[in-house]
């Protein structure tokens, strides 16, 4: 499969708002007009290289297009200005600007005296905001930026350097005319991140065959808000899990990871060791990345739509105990087939995952809530035959894995107003 990767989607954005000249001055009560200078710090334009490096502090965003939003106490939109990457799309008017040009640093004049705040929203499609709703007068009020629709999907084009991006600030009277603010872009999705996959003390032969996220809000409005009509699953009651997962899986192929290999490694020390296969992105170095939009529900709710993920693994060969605690070494394949399993089906088990903890070896430890903007590494990935089914999201089976919660954590720059 198509391996998908995007850069570290941080930036900080500096604006200053002030008088255009020293000699205009600011009459208590009118409504003047002034200037704001804007640098965006810690970005770059789109780039083709394909990575698949785990995310950390000093990735460098990749910027693709967005605008500047100046709007009012009442969320009215007084000017705006769409930002390109592309020379050829710049036009005659004075809304649209480059990237280029704000990495510099750029003073915007004839800013109205009623606006209050300032916002910019990039990576995000056409189809998602359309440069012409701005221009057009259709995007009158900030709140119906907010209730756009951001779509997962588009968080994984051009090697899922597109996270979209987003944040407002009020701007800040700092002395005398001049007002300022500090906006930080951060990503409206999270990520899930998995490293390798092990084999507990029960597993003798295994293959991985597809890591799959399987249950997802594959959309969110721009404010962060989601509902239950965004989430997409595969049927988790399909007597034919395998056909299931394949059709499902055609409507969103970004959510599947079949690029593993099989590494022959020694785990444990001395006495304790022993040789195992663990299974690895086929590129060194790389990790299994799913972006997701981040939105925490408690595990008790009976229609539980909190993140899900499957693995799916074959060939099994494992030790079962019986009822004396003697271990026995068991062929799953060869044993399906004598239960009259057809061979295609024959030794395939599924890994399902519904929970998320912070604390593995806390049995009462709380899930995960999930927030947008944050890594989650997965920690003591692990095969065992206790967590092993040949469904997928059994409701007999309730499967915690741990994972490290990382915050994509933000730069800041101040500007000389």
Not at 242 to 270: C, R, W
Not at 349 to 370: M, S
Request: aromatic share 10%; charged share 25%; hydrophobic share 35%.
């Amino acid at each position: 499969m198509k391996k998908f990767m995007f850069m570290l989607a941080l930036g900080s954005v500096l604006f200053g708002l002030s008088a255009c000249s020293s000699d205009d001055e600011n009459i208590e009560g009118e409504s003047t007009e002034g200037c704001v200078f804007i640098k965006l710090e810690n970005v770059v334009g789109p780039s083709s290289r394909m990575t698949e490096d785990p995310k950390i502090e000093s990735d460098i965003t990749e910027f693709h297009n967005g605008f500047i939003i100046f709007g009012t106490p009442k969320s009215a939109i007084r000017k705006h200005y769409e930002i390109v990457t592309d020379p050829k799309l710049l036009d005659r008017t004075d809304h649209v600007i480059l990237l280029d040009e704000l990495r510099k640093g750029k003073t915007f004049k004839d800013i109205p005296g009623d606006v209050t705040n300032v916002a910019i929203i990039a990576n995000i499609t056409e189809d998602e905001i359309s440069p012409e709703e701005f221009h057009n007068g259709t995007l009158r009020f900030h709140n119906d930026v907010l209730n756009k629709i951001i779509n997962l999907e588009n968080q994984y084009k051009d090697n899922m350097s597109h996270v979209a991006l987003y944040d407002m600030k009020p701007l800040e009277v700092t002395g005398g005319n001049a007002m300022s603010a500090t906006l930080e872009l951060r990503p409206m999705c999270a990520r899930l991140e998995i490293a390798k996959i092990t084999p507990g003390p029960d597993i003798v032969e295994y293959q991985v065959d597809g890591i799959y996220l399987a249950g997802f809000y594959k959309q969110m409005y721009v404010s962060q808000i989601s509902n239950r009509e965004f989430w997409a699953s595969p049927d988790y009651d399909n007597a034919d899990p395998a056909t299931e997962l394949i059709n499902f899986y055609t409507g969103y192929p970004y959510l599947v990871n079949t690029d593993i290999k099989a590494v022959k490694e020694t785990m444990g020390e001395g006495d304790d060791a022993r040789e195992v296969t663990a299974f690895y992105p086929e590129e060194d170095g790389k990790v299994w990345a799913f972006p997701f939009f981040g939105k925490y529900e408690p595990r008790n709710d009976t229609e539980h739509y909190g993140l899900r993920l499957i693995v799916k693994v074959s060939n099994l060969k494992v030790y079962l105990k019986d009822e004396n605690g003697d271990r026995h070494l068991r062929d799953v394949t060869a044993w399906d087939k004598e239960q009259g399993v057809p061979e295609e089906k024959a030794g395939i088990r599924y890994l399902n995952i519904n929970g998320f903890v912070e604390n593995y070896h806390d049995t009462q430890a709380e899930p995960v809530q999930f927030y947008n903007g944050n890594i989650y590494q997965v920690q003591n990935f692990e095969i065992t035959t206790q967590n092993l089914s040949d469904r997928i999201m059994p409701t007999d089976i309730n499967v915690n894995i741990t994972v490290t919660v990382k915050a994509w954590s933000i730069k800041k720059v101040y500007p000389q107003i």
